[in-house]
């Protein structure tokens, strides 16, 4: 029975830990990308996104490193990053959001950003749904947490993809700022249920 559930367990590791590669090689494919699309539309945003896939590349190695030991004080030092990256995340989401109304910036049309916003949302929320399950199953608060943090990037990915669509289909440049400061909700509130060990 103990080597039926220490299989059963090593499995779901390497499936966290996979899920953790997936998530990182995704990431930094996704810099250059939008690298390249923000220098081209000369787009904040998508500049902004960029550095929100730096965010989630730390988040996933935070909990690469959690997984390959145990140890409650492992855990709480992990979650307290992770909790770190989401409050890194709201503040840029909210200055990069000011910044662009206050400045009234008006980016290019860009399809490269638009594609690549599109297909990110639909692997990030297919990722953050393998990682909730997984962490249920190994009761592992790190892995469900940063779970969480590749939610939140694919409901970013959404909201840069709406303001891009608006941008180029009806000239709205302001829709996806405003979008950005509706996710530094869920951000301040990861954080705060992080630190305050609700998780």
Known sequence: MNTSKETARTSLLRRGFALEYATLA???????????????????????????SLIEIGASTVVIWELSATGEDRQRRALRLIGGAF???????????????????HPHHSVLGIVWTAITAVVMFALAAGKARTGAA????????????TFIDGLLAAAVLVGL????????????PWAGLVIVYYAVREARETFSGEH
């Not at 995704?26 to 929100?52: H, K, P, T, Y």
């Open 165 to 176: 669509a608006a941008n180029a289909l009806f000239g709205i440049w302001w829709a996806d």
């Open 87 to 105: 409050a890194v995340l709201a503040v840029y989401l909210s200055v990069q959001s000011i910044v662009v109304l206050a400045a009234g910036y």
């Open 138 to 149: 190994l009761d592992n608060p790190v892995l469900k947490t940063e779970g969480q943090v």
């Open 26 to 52: 995704w990431n930094v494919v996704g810099i250059v990308v939008l690298a390249v699309a923000a220098l081209s539309a000369r787009s904040v945003a998508l500049a902004g996104f960029g550095l929100d």
